[in-house]
C-alpha cells in the first residue's frame, strides 16, 4: 500500500486529499468496508469522470468533514468529487501511476471539503491539484524524506493552527 498526501489552496475552497493506493489484494477488503459503512454525514461513493464513466483505478472518495447542509453537499459531491476524478485520472494517463494501476489497484481518497468552501471553481481546481500531487508522493520513493521532515518540524503548521514556538 502506498500513502499520498496534498494540500493546494488557500481559505474555505482549499483542498486536503489523503489517498490510499494499492493493489486490489491489498486495499479491497479496506475499500468494500468503507464503501459499505457510511456514517451520519459520511457517505462513501465510487469516483466518476462523468455518469457512467468511473475513474480507474477505481476511486472511493471519503469525505473528512460531515456534510453540513445542501450547498456543503453540492461543492462535496460536485467540484471536490469532479476533482478528485481529475487529479487521479490525469495521473494514470501521465504515467504517475503505473500501467498496472488502471486494472489491478484500488484508491481511498480521504477529502476535506469546508463547509464555507464557496467558489466551486476553486474546489475543483484545488482538489485535482491536490490529488494529482498526492499521487505523485505516494509513487515517491522515501517521500517524505529525514531532510523534508526536519526542516518542516522547524517550523510545523497546518491551516488550523501554527504555533508561537515551534
Known amino acids: 500500500m502506498r ?3 496534498g494540500f493546494e489552496g488557500e481559505g474555505a475552497n482549499a483542498a486536503h486529499i489523503n489517498l ?11 475499500f468494500a468496508l468503507a464503501a459499505a459503512s457510511p456514517g451520519p454525514g ?33 461543492m462535496t459531491w460536485g467540484p471536490a468529487q469532479a476533482g478528485v476524478a481529475a487529479g487521479v485520472t490525469r495521473a494514470l494517463i501521465d504515467g504517475v501511476l503505473p500501467a498496472e ?13 469546508d ?24 509513487l515517491a520513493a522515501g517521500w517524505p524524506n529525514r ?6 518540524l522547524a517550523s510545523i503548521s497546518n491551516p488550523f493552527f501554527t504555533p508561537g514556538v515551534s
Open 3 to 5: 500513502i499520498g498526501e
Open 20 to 30: 490510499l493506493l494499492g493493489d486490489n489484494a491489498e486495499l479491497g477488503s479496506a
Open 42 to 74: 459520511h457517505i462513501p461513493f465510487l469516483t466518476v469522470i462523468k455518469p457512467n464513466v468511473p475513474v480507474k483505478p477505481f476511486t472511493l472518495f471519503v469525505a473528512k468533514a460531515a456534510l453540513q447542509g445542501e450547498r456543503h453537499e453540492r
Open 101 to 113: 494501476a488502471e486494472e489491478r489497484w484500488l484508491v481511498i481518497a480521504l477529502v476535506w471539503v
Open 115 to 138: 463547509p464555507n468552501a464557496d467558489d466551486a471553481e476553486a474546489v475543483f481546481a484545488n482538489n485535482r491539484a491536490a490529488s494529482f500531487s498526492a499521487c505523485g508522493r505516494a
Open 147 to 152: 531532510e523534508t521532515l526536519k526542516a518542516a
